[in-house]
């Protein structure tokens, strides 16, 4: 089995002297690398400029990839139902589409040259990576060509598409956050209507919390354990107002006073329950994007969480008897109650795309027409991009109040996003390392530890340049 | 084998008078290199292609700042720098792949070793019993770690059900900081069958004669083992903990899949729990897959590859130092 090392040995001839000869077998082995080399490892070489897509008008038959990340049966069901709308619109094009695909696939198929004609992503904090580095094309001349009145998309969704003066995206659809709540749990814990303060929240999550003989949590009030479902400090310090980036792309979270109000607030919770107790309850919890949802079984009395909930909830059957409300704010911000936490659904047209025309087409359809936007968002409970969308009739979800409140919220000027940058958000992935760490009382001073976050996040962001 | 009998016929052609000055002699040379590089070039296009281009291009790519998707542009020791000094999770990284090496190997090696010292010995079902410890290894990482978080969750996994049932207050194994590498190391265990084969068949390979004359020299089955069956298993001991090593320096799919099934969430803050499963693999995919950090990626990468190359070459000195001190004996 094992090679004993002497067996590589290989004499030499001595016709052809040894140095020679290795040289001419270097020259041979190097040859092809320098060459491989030479022909470059990015994808396609240079960043062209952005212009219109030549062949606007061309109706031969094509084909084109989308790739997008819904996967939930009736997620899926409602793009194929849009992309039919696409079809009857344009006939000569052909969508083939590919769900359940990930940002870091999309950055692969790129840089392998194999990228789909048209891709979306959830994550609008990796729109900074791709505007950056040209792996989603600007769409700006396009935009021109076509004359796209931009001001039906509302000035936030705007900015979170773009990066850096160039637009590498379109808003497909937004996420917007708030308080979900059990109304059965609430009537029997004498509670009448939803927080409206984090004090607030954290004695109504007290008072519906119920602990199991052992000591263990059987239902949990409010589950302050970031990490948990869509608890992340993200949502979190949107209710203090805080802001990530100074406006010059460096970090902000020690200057901003909100980062240690808003830990502090979650840390004195956490330990009234007990870090272990949650982490032990929340490793029971089901899938989030499942029926086995721990707020739509009733182990959860309240939650943060995204306005798709709403659908999810009536697909899943679940009979939790339910209400949304905006997120809680800090006592001491009474002015941001009612505004909350956007996240952005994007889509645009990647480097390599092999018919970026065709492609254009279906990204103009999908983000900008108003009955594609309306009827998609109406299908998946998501909240659609465009003022004439938001308020078209085929919008049959704003008649229903529990998504109502989102719509709101979006329509919210205090309302705000994560901001995008270089390095994909790498801002928000090192942070929660350092909420987990602090969450598990592993932080002795958030003061100098918030401080150390921001230099290594301003450190990170270097590379980048 | 045909290049090396190549070689070594025109090695053994006898002395004559200097062949440089035929023609004849010259072309025939000539053909005969080009049949050597024929049959080499399956190797060297493999090597070329899979292994010297990435390995330069890598190299190259550490002191540029890349994405992969624009061109790079070179920024000399930058990477390397923020790597020693800045990158917040570099150290840890560090410590959890070092423990992996520390822990998970020398256990790997020695659960092996002794499952496989059992099976040999089995007089009946040994077949049985072989394929039921080599199974697990069959098992996909990706399947088996998923099983195994559900096996061992705190809150509704059959483990800590059962550990109850005894009185033993079970631990939060994958969502405990201090648990989860450990839970790892189970895992790594249980699907051990490939080393644990291996280790079989150099304990099968072993002289029963050995034994036999050991034996009668009165020695008890300790020293039988220690100097019988581990002087003439050593290479294979060698090979196996060498291939563990660089396992463990690229440990990967199941630190990855098990954060992120513990956690509930592909958008898992790396290494979940409290970085404690955040290995220098998956700080290195982070980076270049996520960050648009190829750049940096590349760097770590070089150095993943400097440290392996030590390690390999270490322990193969060490062991042929300890193989000559046994031959002199």
Not at chain 1, 202 to 228: E, H, R
Not at chain 1, 336 to 361: E, M, Q, T
Not at chain 2, 11 to 21: F, K, L, S, V, Y
């Amino acid at each position: 089995m094992f090679i004993h090392r002497h067996s590589f040995t290989v004499r030499h001839s001595p016709v052809v002297p040894a140095r020679a000869h290795g040289r001419r077998l270097a020259a041979f082995v190097l040859a092809p690398i320098l060459a491989l080399a030479a022909a470059g490892c990015s994808a396609g070489g240079s960043n062209s400029p952005a212009k219109a897509d030549v062949g606007a008008d061309d109706t031969t038959p094509v084909t084109i990839t989308f790739w997008h990340g819904l996967s939930s049966a009736h997620e899926v069901a409602a793009v194929n139902a849009v992309l039919a709308k696409f079809h009857q619109k344009y006939p000569y094009i052909t969508v083939q589409a590919v769900s359940g695909q990930t940002d870091d696939k999309v950055n692969q198929a790129i840089r392998g040259g194999t990228a789909p004609d048209v891709a979306s992503s959830f994550n609008a904090a990796n729109v900074g990576g791709w505007c950056a580095s040209g792996a989603f094309q600007d769409l700006s001349a396009d935009i021109a060509a076509d004359h796209v009145d931009m001001s039906q998309i509302p000035q936030a969704v705007q900015s979170y598409t773009a990066f850096d003066g160039k637009r590498c995206t379109m808003p497909w659809l937004a996420d917007t956050f708030g308080l979900y709540y059990n109304k059965k749990l609430f009537a029997a814990a004498g509670i009448t209507a939803p927080p409206k303060t984090m004090t607030e929240l954290a004695q109504d999550a007290k008072k519906l919390t119920v602990f199991n003989p052992d000591g263990s949590i059987k239902t949990a009030g409010f589950m302050p354990y970031l990490g948990t479902y869509q608890m992340v400090t993200e949502h979190l310090v949107t209710s203090w107002g805080g802001k990530w980036l100074k406006p010059d792309g460096t970090s902000n979270v020690a200057s901003d006073p909100a980062f240690a109000a808003a830990l502090t607030w979650q840390k004195n919770l956490v330990d009234w329950f007990g870090a272990g107790k949650l982490a032990k309850f929340k490793a029971g919890m089901g899938d989030e994007m499942s029926a086995q949802n721990a707020f739509e079984t009733g182990n959860v009395a309240m939650m943060v969480d995204g306005e798709w909930r709403t659908a999810f909830i009536k697909n899943d059957k679940s009979d939790v008897d339910y209400g949304t409300a905006p997120m809680p704010v800090a006592d001491d911000k009474p002015e941001l109650y009612g505004s909350g936490y956007v996240g952005g659904n994007v889509i645009g047209i990647p480097k390599g795309s092999k018919h970026p025309a065709a492609a254009w087409k279906l990204v103009k359809f999908l983000t900008t027409d108003t009955d594609a936007v309306a009827s998609f968002a109406d299908a998946i409970g998501n909240v659609p991009t465009t003022i004439a969308a938001l308020d078209s009739p085929a919008l049959t979800l704003a008649q229903d109040p529990d998504f109502a409140t989102f719509l709101e919220v979006f329509k919210n000027p205090a309302t705000s996003t994560t901001p995008a940058s270089p390095d994909g958000g790498a801002y928000l992935t090192d942070f929660g390392p350092f909420a987990e760490k602090w969450q598990n009382g592993q932080v002795p001073d958030l003061k100098a530890g918030l401080a150390g976050v921001d230099k290594q996040n301003d450190a990170a962001l270097k590379l980048s340049q | 084998m045909g290049t090396l009998s190549l070689v070594t016929r025109a090695a053994r052609r006898p002395p004559g008078p200097d062949p440089q000055t035929s023609p004849a002699v010259r072309a025939k040379r000539r053909r005969t290199r080009i049949r050597i590089l024929l049959f080499l070039s399956p190797w060297i296009v493999g090597f070329t292609v899979f292994l010297a281009y990435p390995l330069v291009m890598t190299v190259w790519l550490s002191f540029t700042n890349s994405d992969m998707i624009s061109s790079p542009h070179f920024v000399g020791l930058r990477n390397y720098r923020y790597m020693f000094s800045d990158d917040p999770q570099i150290w840890q990284a560090v410590r959890n792949t070092g423990w992996l090496m520390a822990v998970m190997v020398p256990a790997q090696v020695l659960f092996a070793l002794g499952v496989a010292m059992v099976t040999a010995r089995l007089k009946a079902g040994a077949g049985l019993f072989r394929t039921l410890f080599y199974l697990p290894a069959l098992a996909p990482p990706v399947a088996a770690t998923v099983a195994f978080v559900c096996l061992f969750n705190p809150s509704s996994g059959p483990v800590n059900k059962i550990l109850g049932l005894i009185g033993v207050h079970g631990p939060l194994w994958f969502d405990s900081p201090v648990w989860s590498k450990p839970a790892l190391t189970l895992l790594t265990l249980w699907g051990s069958g490939t080393m644990m084969v291996i280790f079989l068949a150099a304990l099968l390979d072993v002289p029963a004669e050995l034994y036999e004359a050991a034996e009668l020299d009165g020695t008890n089955p300790l020293q039988r083992f220690r100097y019988v069956t581990l002087p003439t298993i050593s290479p294979v001991v060698l090979f196996a903990t060498v291939t563990a090593v660089i396992a463990a320096l690229q440990y990967f799919t199941q630190a990855m899949v098990a954060s992120q099934t513990a956690d509930g969430s592909i958008q898992a803050p790396p290494g979940y729990p409290g970085g404690s499963t955040l290995t220098f693999s998956q700080q290195l995919y982070t980076a270049g897959f996520t960050q648009f950090h190829m750049g940096y990626a590349c760097a770590l990468a070089v150095v993943l590859f400097a440290v392996a190359m030590v390690f390999t070459v270490a322990l193969l000195r060490r062991a042929s130092g300890f193989n000559t001190e046994e031959a002199t004996q």
